[in-house]
């Protein structure tokens, strides 16, 4: 091995790692020096390789570009560190302390809440939390003897009052001149968008079962539900300069989900749509929150291993602690470690590579 043609790459700093190449070889390996065990005025020419315990000279003509990448290294390792320490500090603030010290006072934005989906799953929790939270509650959704069995339980346990709406919100524009006529005169400080439905199939897009209805419901249910019962509650939130809207998405949008494709497009949508009302309303008073939750507890997830689960009460009552701190979230703090975790370990490119592999379908297919 040479020592002429050697030179020392700095990884973060020259006494920690070091990258040595070996020209002559073309090979390239990760080692550490130990400068350290040299007097210091001899440490900035040569140093020991771990491996081999030889002491090594380094070739000067490579000093300049061995400063420059000490820096690097070092400036590196400090936005490593920075952006390390914002994200723990984020996730602490948005989901641990605002248990105590929460970003909005709810209950100040006006006296009604309404929610879409509301008589089961995290719909039916969120209208329990708002309702335990001070809000009379409307809520909305298919069938008329859950809407009423959830009204009463509110009005028993919280005290507070409710009105319901029954609606089917795969249907087209027509259904929303009905809602908008049962709104009417109801100062709303929260709109929860949380109907949504998912095709229970992991298949390519044309073979899911009647496939024309299918992604006329889900376009229906997951967007357009969305787009109008803003439209309907938007302006009233506007003059009052105060209001709350949590919009519905899912992490499945926060990708490509191949298999799954309509739900996890769908719910782009809802996602992009937020995050762009909160920039054109937020100087006007109005929050708009961005939910993306991974999996809950609910009967959409039956099928679902607990474990990989938090309860819907549990969920939301971290989720609706976040409103004002962030307006994007996953919604409760297991959630945001997994989704931390998911992006180090299987970034889009690989999730879209095995997507294409039978791998996919021999052990994510399983799931469903
Ligand atoms: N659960 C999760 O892990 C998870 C993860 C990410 C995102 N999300 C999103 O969170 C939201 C709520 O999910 P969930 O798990 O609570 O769902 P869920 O358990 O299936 O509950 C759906 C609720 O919406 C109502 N609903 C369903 N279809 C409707 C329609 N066409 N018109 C009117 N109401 C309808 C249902 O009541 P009726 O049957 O009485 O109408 C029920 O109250 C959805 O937008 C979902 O995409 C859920």
């Avoid at 400063?67 to 984020?90: D, Q, R, Y």
């Avoid at 719909?123 to 959704?141: P, T, W």
């Avoid at 073979?207 to 024309?212: I, L, R």
């Avoid at 409760?332 to 997994?338: D, R, Y």
Wanted: glycine share 8%; aromatic share 10%.
């Amino acid at each position: 091995m040479t020592r002429k043609a050697c030179f020392l790459v700095p990884f973060i700093s020259q006494g920690h790692a070091a990258l040595f190449l070996d020209a002559y070889g073309g090979r390239v390996h990760l080692s550490c020096a130990r400068l350290v065990e040299l007097p210091a005025e001899r440490s900035h020419h040569c140093f020991i390789a771990r491996e081999t315990g030889e002491e090594m000279a380094i070739d000067s003509s490579a000093l300049p570009l061995d400063h420059a990448l000490n820096v690097l290294g070092v400036l590196t390792f400090l936005w490593l560190f920075v952006k390390i320490a914002l994200v723990v500090g984020w996730v602490m603030r948005v989901y641990v302390l605002s248990e105590k010290w929460r970003g909005v006072d709810l209950a100040s934005y006006g006296p009604w809440a309404v929610v879409t989906g509301s008589t089961s799953g995290i719909g039916k929790a969120y209208a329990h939390e708002l309702a335990r939270r001070g809000f009379d509650v409307v809520l909305i959704s298919r069938s008329m003897e859950k809407l009423k069995q959830v009204a009463a339980e509110i009005e028993q346990q919280h005290g507070r009052s409710t009105k319901v709406i029954q609606t089917d919100f795969t249907g087209g524009s027509e259904i929303y001149e009905p809602i908008r006529a049962a709104l009417q005169g109801l100062e709303i400080g929260v709109l929860v968008n949380n109907v949504g439905m998912v095709a229970n199939q992991l298949v390519p897009f044309l073979s899911v079962t009647n496939v024309d209805k299918y992604t006329n419901d889900a376009v229906n249910c997951n967007m357009l539900s969305t787009v109008k019962m803003t439209q309907i509650i938007l302006p009233q939130m506007v003059a009052r300069k105060k209001g709350i809207i949590i919009n519905f998405a899912s992490f499945g949008g926060a990708r490509p989900w191949p298999f799954n494709l309509m739900y996890g497009a769908t719910k782009t949508f809802v996602d992009f749509f937020s995050q762009g009302l909160d920039i054109e309303y937020g100087s006007k008073g109005i929050i708009v929150q961005s939910v993306l939750p991974l999996y809950v507890a609910t009967g959409m997830t039956a099928v679902i291993d607990k474990r990989f689960t938090v309860s819907s009460e549990s969920f939301v009552r971290q989720a609706l602690n976040t409103v004002g701190l962030s307006d994007r979230v996953t919604g409760c703090l297991s959630h945001a470690v997994q989704k931390l975790a998911i992006e180090l370990v299987f970034p889009v490119w690989l999730h879209l590579f095995v997507a294409g592999t039978t791998l996919f379908e021999k052990y994510v297919g399983k799931v469903f």
